[in-house]
């Protein structure tokens, strides 16, 4: 395997650094002064967002997560990865560049299995950074972490499908430019397992789409994307709104969560990395017991670990994408569900650890630590929890074994 970045990445590194520099980390507090300015924070994005996405397109870092060299950059996912790290270094990094989630997992999506009217109609205009959009399939009152225990419902009525069913942890919904969401729900309950979901585009201002509330993630409202909680109550969408065809649900589920649990991954590791760089600065300013922080053994400990932690976690990044390339999504399903547990994991040590040596300044405002923490926390239950991935390594290399007999020793 060979991790060496080409000249186009190194290329690409070199400015995405220099603009998160120039722009990006300057305005982190400028967005967070526009927003708590606002009467209402669902209402309206700080205005900070459109000028910085607008320089970005200006300077061709858009879109770099597709792969498609006519819709994006051309760059595989191991070209892709040091990029998707740097952004992830910011709370606001990712949408900058039109490589947010749930959208850049949405519009692959519409890239691979959407009609040409789909792709006219939403792809479009989430390419070009206009419109935003949510995937609704997490639900409360089942376990959703097993996709087939979805019971919302999609039932056709001649030219069209009718909707019903209580989604939450609708990521991006609250914002006032999300237009948008794809709908994951059961059309024949009666089929095989794995192919009784379907997924169908929902406008946001169908009638019967009500946003119930949005939630909070360890009291981060995350304004003004959000997470909201949706009821669904006899929404009416046209029959060529499905994706792909009926009873494709799980199987676009599938392909949509592989890349887009490796980006949370490689944005991870770009937090981590920051908190790290943070703690270490921190530490060189401040005294306490006569000496400097770096020169407490405890804190050389926790500065270590985590440059071990960091180079692990990364390696392994790498090693899932290298063969995301190579031999395919499938083909790299156990190391993408290793990295999966690993990085969340990782970087909520690495962050807690810088939040210790920052003291009572961690856990406020003024640093970005504490919301960091927040949402890395969440990624160990996106995306399938912790214990699933777990269950499929362990599967996965149980199967290895299967026809083996154990050598029997006298």
Known sequence: MNFSYSEKTKALIEKLTGFM?????PNEKVFEE???AQKDRWSEVPPIIDELKEKAQEQGLWNLFLPDSELGAGLTNLEYAPLCEIMGRSPIGPEIFNCNAPDTGNMEVLVRYGTEKQKKQWLEPLLQGKIRSCFAMTEPDVASSDATNIEASIVRDGDEYVLNGRKWWTSGAGDPRCKIAIFMGKNDPNAPRYEQQSMILVPLDTPGVKIERMLSVFGFD????GHAEITFENVRVPVENIIWGEGKGFAIAQGRLGPGRI???MRLIGAAE???EQMCIRAQERTT???VL???GVVREWIAESRIDIEQARLLTLKAAYMMDTVGNKEAKTEIAMIKVV???MALRVIDRAIQAFGGAGVSQDFNLAAQWASSRTLRLADGPDEVHRNQIARLELRKYASKEMVKQS
């Open 21 to 25: 520099e120039a722009y990006v980390y």
């Open 34 to 36: 526009q927003l708590a």
């Open 222 to 225: 995350h304004a003004p994307h």
């Open 263 to 265: 980006h949370h991954c």
């Open 274 to 276: 920051r908190a790290l």
């Open 289 to 291: 017991f006569g000496k």
């Open 294 to 296: 770096a020169d407490q």
């Open 343 to 345: 990085a969340p994991g």
